[in-house]
């Protein structure tokens, strides 16, 4: 392997930096996009029938917040609430709304450069392809004799760096695509238990008394 990376020349670093950032990268989001961390399926209903005769205490909210990312939104919809026994319905879907940027903001970390990477790799490989043909061309003397020591390493520079281009992005890509396919389902799925939510809050709701005619 060591031989490889010499016979690839300076070009191959930045790609074995990125393929390490990769690969961290697609692990960290392969624990954190885990249904139980993200969505649990079974939270929204356990989180009505808890609250089907009452709000909860703050303790309860405070550990619905810290079950998961939707457990984050369901428990901005019941501070509110708590908070504001008047509130809208408008204010209640604000509320509901602004926690699940927050929450998507959440579950897309780290996608933007595991993407950028994927970009970015090809464009690597393509600079070491050309590094190599500088050093093809450069072991052609004036008089048209060749120095077969350069040429050999100008053509290992320019092969292995467009191959290990491809190999570092065609994964990062794969990855990427899969993950921003998740996020788009669990925000969905996020976006349909808040509007669960709202009715169900909004019993709990007091109402303004209508004014005297």
Known sequence: MFSIIQAAGWPIWPLILCSIVALA?????????RTKVVAPPALLDEVITVTRSSLPGADVVNKLAANSVLGSVLAAGLRSVIAEPRITEQALRQSLENAG????????????????????????????TVV????????????GESNPEQLAHGISVALYNTAFGLIVAIPSLMFYRYFRGRVEEFELGME??????????MRFVVRAPAAAA
Do not use: D, W
């Open 132 to 143: 190599g043909m500088i050093e093809i061309f450069g072991s052609q003397s004036p008089t």
């Open 192 to 201: 349909l238990a808040a509007e669960r939510m709202v009715p169900h809050l």
């Open 25 to 33: 990268l697609i692990i960290e989001r392969f624990y954190q996009l």
């Open 101 to 128: 940027r927050e929450a998507v903001h959440r579950v897309e970390r780290y996608l933007n450069t595991l993407g950028t990477i994927a970009s970015a790799a090809p464009l690597l490989g393509l600079l070491g």
